[in-house]
Each structure stands twice: as C-alpha cells, then as structure tokens.
C-alpha cells in the first residue's frame, strides 16, 4: 500500500480552490467562430479523415451529454457543500460542451436537425458497442445513486464518472484530437473549444480524485466497493474506441495507433487511483486487470482479446488461434483469486470445438498451458464458444451448467471449495 504523506498531490487540492478555478476559467461555447473551421472541414480534410473526425466526435457529443444529465444525483449524495457547489458547475460545464459539441456537429458537419436531441439521434449510429455498455451504466449509477446515498455508493459513483469516463477513456482521446488538430493549425475554432473543454475536465478529474480519496477516509468498504465497479466495467472499456469495421485508419490517419491511446488511458486510470489512495493492484478482492503487464501491453492485448471475441461484443464464434487462445488463458489464470483456492490442483478444460487447455493453481506458480495433463485434479467439459460466453460474462455459468453445457468431472469437491477463487 502506499501511503498518503506529505508528498501527496493532494496536499494543495482543496474544493474551494477548484470552484475558485471554475469562475476563472468560464468560457462560451456560443461564442466561438467556426467560419474557417467550416471551410477547411470541406477542403483540407479527406473523405476518410472527416469520417473518422465524425466518429470520434459523435462519442465525444453524445458523452458530454449522458454526463450533464447524469451528474443531479451526485449533488444530492455528496456529504460537503463545498462538494454540492463543485458538483453544480461541473454540471454547468457539462452541458456547455454539450452546447459546443452540437454546435460543431449542425454549423461544420451539417449532422442533425435544430434541436440537441435532433443531433444527437442523427449520431448514435457512431456510438460502439463498448461506449453504449459504459454510458448505459452511468445511466444505472445515476439511478441507483438516487435512491442509496451511501459513501460506498458514491464512491462507486465517482470512479465510473471521474475516473473511467473523464480520466480513462475522455482525456486521452481529447490529447489525441487537439495534438493533432495543433500538428496541422486545423479547425481554430473547435480546437479553442477543445483546449477549454481540456482544462474543465482537468479539474473535474482533479475533484473526482481528491473526493474519492476524502470518501476512502470515512468509510473502510470504499476500497472494496471501487474495486466491484471497476471489475464490472474495465472489461468493456478495451471496445470503447473500436473504429467501425476494425478499420484502423480512422484512427492512424491522424498519426495516433490503438495502443497510444489506450497507453495513455490504463496508465491514467492507474496514477488517479494511486492518488487517491486506492493503488490498483492494493485493491481487495480478484485481480483488476485479468491481462497483466504494462498499460501499453495490456491496451494491445486488450484490443486483441476482442478482435478475437473473448471480450465485447459477440459477433460470431471465438477464434480458436493457438495464440489467441493463450491470451485468454493466460487472463484466466490470472483473474483467479488464488487466495481463495483450497490448495494446489489442475483445472483440464476439454473443448469439442477447440484444443485443450489446462489452468494449474497453484499459490505463486499458477499458469495456464496449452495440451492435456495426465491427471487433472478437475476436468471441466463444455462447447469453448460456450466458455468464452461465460469469461467475457455473456452467459452465467451456473444457466450454462444447468443446461448441461459445462460438465465437471474428478474432484469435484474441490472445484466447489474453489468456487470463489473464480471472479463473481
Ligand atoms: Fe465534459
Ligand atoms: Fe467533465
């Protein structure tokens, strides 16, 4: 665990300094010129590159949106006033990129009607599978933050909001799009916006972290509570920034890869939680990230895991890749809580549809390795197209075993005083 000191960023964060920041920093979205940023969207931009700026824009339109509707509740919950007022100008701030986001998509793209919500009909069809899972989830935070104003619950609140939406997947794909907007003097007028929309999300990161450290301190359950979010929606963030049709020039074409952006977004979301006292992997409970390695390791293994249709959408059967197949089972054997495991053992999995592979638990040494072993202490049986819609928590694996489409055999015993060694 690391512990807060003196040297804590921290330190020299108070809620009043960061309201004082908001009156400062006011901006008007209504008032920025867009006549050259219209000519140049027209002339300077290819066919692709304008549909790739569309993409990227639509999440960013639509976001900014779902988080201005979504942020009354937490108002309600925050135990301070000086966090009630923080709250209301981020809710102010929210709506204003909203306003600026609308006005790029009618007055440059020529996307959508008069109204906002004309606009943002017009552009859902750009929204991901994995930016849909994420924002369908504040939506639920939001409500069950209505009715449980617990501290655990806010918590939980501010970590999807602050952490994963702003810090994890909001900022890196704002530095992407105002570097390169910079690179090539292009769209002045939305580049100002996005330089302003940059500095507000800043500071709201900033509360969001300073608050979720505030809340670790008056109640013992928040590490825990934070680390259940973020079991249940890391997973869907490796297909937030999926370009449509795996084409992956609508992102290079602005000089950026995947992986940067997801580098910058996993080593974001560990140095926020590290601030705030929470070190990922000091968290309680089963590993964060079933994938281990650096944050551009896991960004690339991330991606790879859904193009092979272990995690995200599914959009037919899994591959079956000897390599693939190592990535998943390498993040099996790592999402097992080994602490939990009633000693060593062997778990064989037996597929009809794919070669075997096999997990040994084993405190310390545990690994996943391709093949059959001689004496398993469990062998588990079940179509692998079935296993992998249990993983990537499609399918409940106690329907599945009900239908009998996951068959164990050996010591069974064992594998159910292991039963909580597998992430819930
Ligand atoms: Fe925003
Ligand atoms: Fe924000």
């Given amino acids: 665990m690391i512990q807060l000191g003196a040297t804590s960023p921290l ?8 309201y004082a920041r908001w009156e400062k920093g006011n901006w008007r979205a209504t008032e920025l010129d867009f006549t050259v940023d219209k000519e140049q969207w027209e002339t ?5 590159e304008r549909a790739a700026a569309l993409w990227n824009y639509s999440l960013f339109f639509w976001g900014e949106d779902a988080v201005a509707d979504g942020l009354s509740p937490y108002i309600g919950a925050a135990p301070l006033e000086e966090q009630k007022y923080f709250l209301a100008t981020q809710q102010v701030d929210e709506a204003r990129h909203a306003v600026f986001f609308k006005r790029f998509m009618t007055e440059v793209a020529g996307v959508g009607g008069s109204s906002t919500g004309d606009a943002l009909t017009a552009i859902k069809p750009q929204l991901t599978w994995g930016f849909t899972k994420v924002f369908d989830r504040l939506e639920l935070m939001s409500e069950e933050l209505r009715r449980d104003r617990s501290i655990t619950k806010l918590a939980q609140a501010i970590t999807l909001y602050h952490i994963v939406i702003e810090a994890t997947l909001a900022q890196p794909g704002q530095h992407f799009i105002t570097s390169y907007l910079e690179d090539r003097k292009l769209l002045p007028g939305f580049r ?22 505030d809340l670790r301190k008056m109640d013992p359950d928040v590490p825990a509570a934070v680390a259940d979010l973020l079991r249940e929606v890391i997973p869907w963030t490796a297909s937030v920034l999926i370009p449509p049709n795996w084409d992956e020039r609508y992102i290079e074409c602005f000089g950026f890869t995947m992986a940067d952006i997801g580098e910058e977004g996993a080593t974001s979301l560990e140095t926020k939680l590290r601030t705030a006292g929470m070190p990922i992997d000091g968290l309680p409970g089963p590993p964060i990230f079933a994938i281990s ?7 690339i293994i991330g991606k790879r895991m859904v193009k092979a249709g272990y995690l995200g959408e599914k959009l037919g059967p899994p591959s079956t890749e000897r390599e693939d197949m190592r990535l998943l089972f390498e993040a099996v054997a ?7 495991s009633p000693g060593s053992g062997t778990i064989q999995w037996d597929f009809p549809d794919a070669e075997p592979w096999h997990v040994v638990v084993d405190n310390g040494s545990t690994r996943a390795e391709p093949g059959r072993v001689t004496d398993p202490t469990v062998t588990l049986r079940a179509r692998f197209e079935d296993f992998v819609d249990v993983t990537s928590k499609r399918v409940d694996p106690r329907r599945l075993a009900l239908r009998g489409g996951l068959r164990p055999s050996g010591d069974v015993r064992w594998l159910w005083r292991a039963r909580r060694m597998f992430p819930s």
Avoid at 11 to 18: A, G, H, R, T
Avoid at 293 to 299: F, I, L, V, Y
Avoid at 334 to 340: A, E, H, N, P, R
């Fill in 293 to 299: 390695g650096t944050p551009r390791e896991r960004a």
């Fill in 192 to 213: 100002e916006g996005m330089e302003n929309v940059a500095t507000d999300e800043q500071r709201h990161i900033g509360f969001g972290v300073k608050m979720l450290s």
């Fill in 334 to 340: 790592s999402g097992l809580d080994v602490s939990k």
């Fill in 44 to 48: 300077q931009f290819s066919d692709l």
């Fill in 11 to 18: 330190d020299n964060v108070s809620y009043e300094d960061l």
